[in-house]
């Protein structure tokens, strides 16, 4: 072997050596947290974490024997971070909920740590995926516990139950950005002294320009979505033939997170998991958060979009169809501004406002918008004079 090549192989260890430990590290402070944790908690909550710890020191094990077998000595088991420490102590002093949306966003944030990872058991990137989702499911039982249950809350707030999907809020939106972009752009142009079909020409143009704009950014980013949740519920199948018994075991840990006993959670996944089919649907329900029958539509989300803003940048343009001139402004000022404290007052229902105070806003913020552009248009106009 050349010198060159010997240094090539020596560097090449010296950055798995390095690699393997850090990773040692970071396995042996999650182990330490998850223990921290489970001393803050009771029932089949502790027995979760605990199960997590374990999970996490097997991690740690096997980055220890990579280690080994390059001839490294294995790093002492050092103190907990002090992260890990003040995570553990807010755990036991108030409760685990203070800590676990913190707990959960860094799991996320590692969930992909392992995958494709050559040096990596096959078990450790399910392992880290899982982790996250269970964190998650855990969190939301907590707050179902504090607050009610979903079900509750759904009787009792009316905008749960009507629009679950997305699509109404969706549509509101549209239509406020095509109502508060053009109606700026015909203020503009209406404040630059510009002839009636010159308004009219170019609040079309904005009509069209900014629908069709949306109309392709929303086809693209529902596509992308769609096909990235697509490949989600194919890793997911695939999980499911390489390995079953740990997909099992991980829709139990999930069904333990919401609450169920523990032998209740191992029989309804051990029945789930006979039917493939159905193991996947729940799989991706449960795990992913995913419904595989409705991923979303680009094409309908295209459409939606174009008609919700086209609606919404109209209300500026109408007037300029029949009228000129100081009569076409005032009744284009006049219907923006019903329009925009309409979608304020339902942007207010959606988000459990109230109504007025939303319309009023909106109001106000869309009609600045104008008005600044308004000036901006006249200053313009004025000094083109």
């Known amino acids: 072997m050349s010198a060159d090549a010997h240094n090539i192989q020596t560097r090449s260890e010296r950055q798995a050596v390095a690699r393997f430990r850090d990773l040692l590290r970071a396995e042996r402070q999650s182990a330490a947290l998850y223990r921290g944790l489970a001393a803050g908690a009771t029932g089949e909550r502790r027995q979760i974490f605990l199960e997590l710890a374990a999970a996490e020191e097997r991690h740690a094990t096997h980055w220890a024997a990579k280690l080994t077998a390059l001839g490294e000595r294995i790093p002492e088991s050092h103190r907990p971070m002090v992260r890990t420490r003040l995570l553990s102590w807010l755990a036991r002093r108030f409760s685990v909920d203070?800590?676990?949306?913190?707990?959960?966003?860094?799991?996320?944030?590692?969930?992909?740590?392992?995958?494709?990872?050559?040096?990596?058991?096959?078990?450790?990137a399910v392992d880290e995926r899982s982790h996250a989702r269970v964190l998650t499911r855990m969190r939301d039982q907590g707050q179902g516990d504090a607050g009610g249950s979903s079900r509750d809350i759904t009787r009792n707030e009316p905008w749960h139950r009507g629009d679950r999907s997305g699509a109404l809020r969706a549509a509101v939106f549209g239509v406020n950005d095509g109502l508060v972009s053009n109606t700026s752009l015909v203020m503009g142009f209406a404040g630059s002294g510009a002839a009636g079909k010159t308004i009219l020409f170019a609040g079309l143009a904005g009509l069209l320009a900014g629908a069709f704009s949306m109309a392709a950014g929303e086809y693209i980013s529902m596509r992308s979505q769609r096909e990235a949740y697509e490949r989600e519920i194919d890793l997911e199948s695939e999980e499911l033939r390489d390995d079953p018994e740990a997909e099992a075991e991980e829709l139990a840990l999930i069904y333990r997170a919401k609450g169920l006993d523990t032998d209740e959670a191992e029989r309804i996944a051990t029945t789930i998991m006979k039917d493939r089919e159905a193991a996947l649907d729940t799989m991706a329900r449960e795990?992913?958060?995913?419904?595989?029958?409705?991923?979303?539509?680009?094409?309908?989300?295209?459409?939606?979009?174009?008609?919700?803003?086209?609606?919404?940048?109209?209300?500026?343009?109408?007037?300029?169809l029949f009228a000129s001139g100081a009569a076409a402004l005032v009744i284009s000022i006049v219907l923006a501004a019903i329009a925009l404290f309409a979608v304020g007052a339902a942007l207010g229902l959606l988000n459990g406002r109230g109504p007025l105070l939303s319309g009023a806003r909106q109001l106000l913020v869309g009609g600045a918008a104008a008005l600044v552009v308004y000036s901006v248009g006249h200053l313009i106009g004025s000094g083109g004079a």
């Open 287 to 320: 795990e992913l958060g995913l419904d595989p029958d409705e991923l979303g539509s680009p094409w309908s989300a295209a459409v939606s979009s174009l008609i919700a803003f086209t609606i919404g940048a109209a209300v500026a343009v109408i007037p300029y």
């Open 98 to 124: 203070t800590v676990l949306p913190f707990v959960e966003r860094a799991e996320r944030s590692d969930a992909g740590l392992y995958d494709g990872d050559p040096h990596a058991a096959p078990d450790m």
